[in-house]
């Protein structure tokens, strides 16, 4: 079977595995005591997810890896590199390009009334890298899309991409900690959940930083990176700026209809 037959599979596959785990660590280990009764939370967060894939793959009759297939060879930058070295850089090429994407999405206010939805979670778990509103999810596909057309990488590289980005995100946003040496170690190369948890503080302009998903070194190079929550990581308060959303802000329908509803503040 060729790698757009085998795409599917392959990404569900490694999803369910990442997320079950994920599931399981935090259970036996978490950082932090949540906030809200966990059930009804997590289980509006996953509908979101499958309103998601069903809205895309309704809208999109061509994904990312399907693209990468047709255009392969075409381009002139990334088609005269050796194939393994093309694959490299892609792959670091479209994680710059979402660290990018995601400050977008701060800085524009628009973009972030669709963005606010993910932060307004008002705990951090494994669910919450599932938590993405319909209008996000369609533009993040279509700027997917768009690099895919521009860079012309091989299908590989895409696919292979596809799968970090849900593996990180779903890593990252755990509800668990690394040992210290490991955790410091760790966060040198790639995100780890202490990284990514203080981007979801409500406190001050720490949601303003740490932006990158699987590499953190655009954080560093750009000075967009906070080592530490200013709270510490216990005591920190998770979600948007004003009162606790109550469980019924939790529900689907209330989740898409946020972005017309009164904005919170970034800050």
């Known amino acids: 079977m060729t790698l757009l037959n085998n795409e599917a599979a392959i990404r569900l596959t490694v999803f369910a595995a990442v997320l079950l785990a994920m599931l399981g660590w935090q259970a036996l280990a978490p950082a932090r005591t949540p906030r809200q009764p966990g059930l009804v939370r997590q289980a509006n967060n996953i509908a979101l997810l499958a309103l998601d894939t069903a809205l895309v793959r309704l809208l999109f009759p061509v994904l990312a890896v399907g693209l990468a297939l047709r255009l392969e060879g075409s381009g ?40 606010r939805v993910h932060h307004a979670d008002p705990d951090f778990d494994v ?89 953190s070194l655009w954080d560093r190079w750009f000075g967009t990176m906070v080592a530490q929550p200013a709270a510490g990581h216990a005591a920190m308060r998770i979600g948007l700026p004003g009162p606790t959303p109550t469980r019924r802000e939790l529900w689907l329908d209330r989740l898409l209809l946020m972005p017309w509803r009164p904005a919170a503040g970034r800050d």
């Open 76 to 115: 002139l930058l990334l088609s005269a590199l050796p194939r393994w070295l093309a694959v490299v850089a892609a792959l670091i090429l479209f994680d710059l390009a979402i660290y990018w994407q995601h400050r977008l999405f701060h800085l524009i206010p628009a973009l972030w009334r669709l963005h």
């Open 127 to 215: 669910t919450t890298a599932l938590r993405f509103h319909p209008g996000e999810i369609i533009l993040s596909m279509l700027i997917k899309l768009g690099l895919v057309w521009l860079l012309r990488p091989p299908a590989e590289a895409v696919l292979i991409f596809e799968i970090l980005l849900n593996a990180s995100s779903m890593f990252n946003h755990g509800n668990v900690r690394l040992p210290a040496g490991l955790e410091r170690t760790v966060r040198r190369l790639v995100v780890t959940p202490d990284l990514h948890r203080v981007h979801h503080s409500a406190g001050g302009d720490e949601m303003n930083h740490n932006f990158g998903f699987c590499l």
